[in-house]
């Protein structure tokens, strides 16, 4: 598997920096409670003992993850200097053959979310999109399936 770009938005890395923060605290609640359940007794048939150490394990590998991931990630904080072609962080408005609107912005990999319109620089729509400008048009193909959009919009925040 290929590796995914090491970009990041400002916003998505403090979303980043929060869920660090949040995990940790989550972790000395579930630690007290592994510590309670393993006062009980016989640990072998403790429920709550097995469900907080596999609950630890989870926490604590999504910790390390981020830990890891977090200091290679380059947050892009800046807005291009040609604001009329499509780069990282834009917001593209598309149109459909069919004639419907919709809106994907080009985030790092970290911050996919497609019920917000979020999508990776990594993906194959992403990259048929990069560099494109408004009235351009672009044929995607995903899966032996094509698709053509037009770009109708091109913003950043």
Known sequence: MAKSSPYITV???????????????????????LSAAAAEGDRSENAE???????????DRRIRYLQKRMPDLHVVSNVPDNE?????AAWVT???EQGDEVEYRIVGPDEIDHQKGNISVDSPMARGLLAKQTDDEIKITVQGESKTFFVVAIRYQ
């Open 84 to 88: 009329d072609k499509i780069y990282f």
């Open 11 to 33: 916003n998505g890395m403090s979303v980043l920096s929060e869920e660090l923060e949040q995990l940790w605290i989550k972790r000395r609640h579930v630690v007290q409670a």
């Open 94 to 96: 598309l149109e459909t």
């Open 49 to 59: 003992y097995i469900y907080r150490k596999k609950e630890l394990r989870g926490l």
